[in-house]
T-cell receptor, first 108, second 115 residues
Framework: KNEVEQSPQNLTAQEGEFITINCSYS?????LHWLQQHPGGGIVSLFM???GKKKHGRLIATINIQEKHSSLHITASHPRDSAVYIC??????????FGTGTRLTIIP | EPEVTQTPSHQVTQMGQEVILRCVPI?????FYWYRQILGQKVEFLVS????????KSEIFDDQFSVERPDGSNFTLKIRSTKLEDSAMYFC?????????????FGSGTRLTVV
């Protein structure tokens, strides 16, 4: 069965801390996406990865294809980073399979 | 930056009524998608649409659901006879070509409440 698992489900940290959110998947994928969902519900695409590492500002995403694992890192976290972060993968077709999300809360 | 626009942002409908959710994808995008998220649950794929036809659909997308691109700009999701369990946030997404290579842009969602 094609599954995506994320950890942790909830994460609370102090402003400035380095944040890591993990995603693992069950079988080979075409691509992995990291998405951000704010309280209003809208979804914003952060990264699309098929190998290696990508960086955008304070966000870094890595993927290890052999281990079927990806991580999203946030450096120098800020309260405005508080959101739900979702991992989603393409198992070779057009649809995305989503993880359950990680609710991140950054305390000032 | 180009956006995917969804209207309305919130719709309340009575059980058994038909509802149409509207989306305006990014203008030069060719692939279109609908997803839904029941409160507290994962986002789930409903359907993908390309070249004026459904390219893939999930088990959720039964005969009660249909999609249409009526005028070359709008992309709609119709639910013929709504049930209580259709209450969810519905997201439209689009991609310039296949999302497998080019990724997806999501709309801000329509929250559907069936009463």
């Amino acid at each position: 069965k094609n599954e995506v698992e994320q950890s942790p489900q909830n994460l609370t940290a102090q402003e400035g801390e380095f944040i890591t959110i993990n995603c693992s998947y069950s079988v080979g994928i075409s691509a992995l996406h990291w998405l951000q969902q704010h309280p209003g519900g809208g979804i914003v695409s952060l990264f699309m990865l098929s190998s290696g590492k990508k960086k955008h500002g304070r966000l870094i995403a890595t993927i290890n294809i052999q281990e079927k694992h990806s991580s999203l890192h946030i450096t120098a976290s800020h309260p405005r980073d508080s959101a739900v972060y979702i991992c989603a993968v393409s198992f070779g077709n057009e649809k995305l399979t989503f993880g359950t999300g990680t609710r991140l809360t950054i305390i000032p | 930056e180009p956006e995917v626009t969804q209207t309305p942002s919130h719709q309340v409908t009575q059980m058994g009524q038909e509802v149409i959710l509207r989306c305006v994808p990014i203008s030069n995008h060719l692939y279109f998608y609908w997803y839904r998220q029941i409160l507290g649950q994962k986002v789930e794929f409903l359907v993908s649409f390309y070249n004026n036809e459904i390219s893939e659909k999930s088990e959720i997308f039964d005969d009660q659901f249909s999609v249409e691109r009526p005028d070359g700009s709008n992309f709609t999701l119709k639910i013929r006879s709504t049930k209580l369990e259709d209450s969810a946030m519905y997201f439209c997404a689009s991609s310039p070509r296949t999302g497998l290579l080019y990724g997806y842009t999501f709309g801000s969602g329509t929250r559907l409440t069936v009463v």
